[in-house]
């Protein structure tokens, strides 16, 4: 009896702590690494830091209330990102869909990614289909993945 309350509780604290990651919060961008057919690596974050350095303050917020904004202290580059129109999200499973229609990608108005949490970092990764990989610049993108910490 005991070893079955022992189990049952220690199912509930596991089943908590992976339900407690949210991914409601301010979050710096670490890394956006697109990853070629050959899995060569180029990060698109270190390039737009060597340009615009002010990108290293850009804050991207999911808030509770299902909406995606960025914000920075200052504009930066050709973007003012305070000024863009929020994005909204939805989580299902392990899942991000975030859709943007006022800065929609070359591959449409909503991205989908999995998502994977590591203490303070969250990891969103897109795997590009075959008439995605058609509509990009770089048509040898196998995925993109981009690395975030909570601030």
Known sequence: MKSKLLITLLFISITNFLFAQSIVGAWKTLSNVIENNDNKQTDILSMQLKMW???????TIFEANKTQIMKS????GPIDFNKLSASSWKMNGNEISITNTSMPSPLGVTAIYKVEFSGNKVIFTHEYTDSERKKLHTPKAK?????YIKI
């Open 53 to 59: 350095p002010c990108m290293a303050q850009l804050q």
């Open 143 to 147: 995925k993109a993945i981009i690395t």
């Open 73 to 76: 202290p200052t504009r930066c």
